[in-house]
């Protein structure tokens, strides 16, 4: 029972590329969040679902999208990066509002 | 827009004393006071929540205490060891359910 998984763990980008970062959950929740943590600010939400094809907008969407197309994955994508994105991103996963949400071991993006 | 703010952002006690960390919030409909602890590297791990209903949780040497009168709520550890060290994120539910959360606290246990 893996929890919630993150891939990749470490990624170096250049100004302008694209990416999608993966997360894959397998504990049937409904939930899944995208959080990116820079020091000194905590966790601030990007983007979640409530479930498979929903979608939504958290605290700092801009310059991120994602999609929930099956259930035990949510994808994080990034179009254009920019070097204010370097960040750790966590993926976490709950089974409703007002349960724990599970993270996972979190992606360390760095764009030059 | 709402918020949540966690003080102190560091503190260092000496092992077997206790320790507070203190978090208010802004949104009078917040239900849920989830705590994280997360480890150097690692991913942030839940140690205790607390809904509104109550005023006081505890389990082993942690406790959290919830005033929504003052909208506050805190975490207490008892008998601090060297493993405690670690950043501890207090977080509050938005209506709709989204968590905020606090900016952390750095513990550091000496012994």
Redesign the interface.
């Known amino acids: 029972n893996a929890g919630v998984t993150q891939t990749p763990k470490f990624r170096v980008l250049k100004t302008g590329q694209s990416m999608t970062l993966l997360c894959a959950q397998d504990m049937n929740h409904e939930y899944m969040y995208w959080y990116r943590q820079d020091p000194?600010?905590?966790?601030?939400?990007i983007h979640?679902s409530v479930g498979e094809g929903t979608t939504a907008k958290?605290?700092v969407p801009d310059g991120y999208n994602v999609s929930r197309l099956k259930k035990q994955n949510f994808l994080l994508g990034l179009e254009s990066a920019a070097p204010s994105q370097t960040s750790v991103y966590?993926c976490a996963s709950s089974g409703a509002?007002?349960q724990?949400?599970h993270?996972?071991?979190?992606t360390r993006l760095s764009i030059l | 827009g709402e918020n949540v703010e966690q003080h102190p952002s560091t503190l260092s006690v000496q092992e077997g004393d206790s320790a507070v960390i203190k978090c208010t919030y802004s949104d009078s409909a917040s239900n849920y006071f989830p705590w994280y602890k997360q480890e150097l590297g690692k991913r942030p791990q839940l140690i205790i929540d607390i809904r509104s209903n109550v005023g006081e949780k505890k389990d082993q040497r942690i406790a959290v205490t919830l005033n929504k009168t003052a909208k506050h709520f805190s975490l207490h550890i008892t008998e601090t060891q060297p493993e405690d060290s670690a950043v501890y994120f207090c977080a509050a539910d938005l209506q709709g359910g989204k968590l905020i959360f606090g900016q952390g606290t750095e513990l550091s246990v000496k012994p």
């Open positions: 000194g600010m905590g966790l601030r939400l979640y958290g605290e966590f509002w007002h724990p949400q993270f996972g071991d979190g």
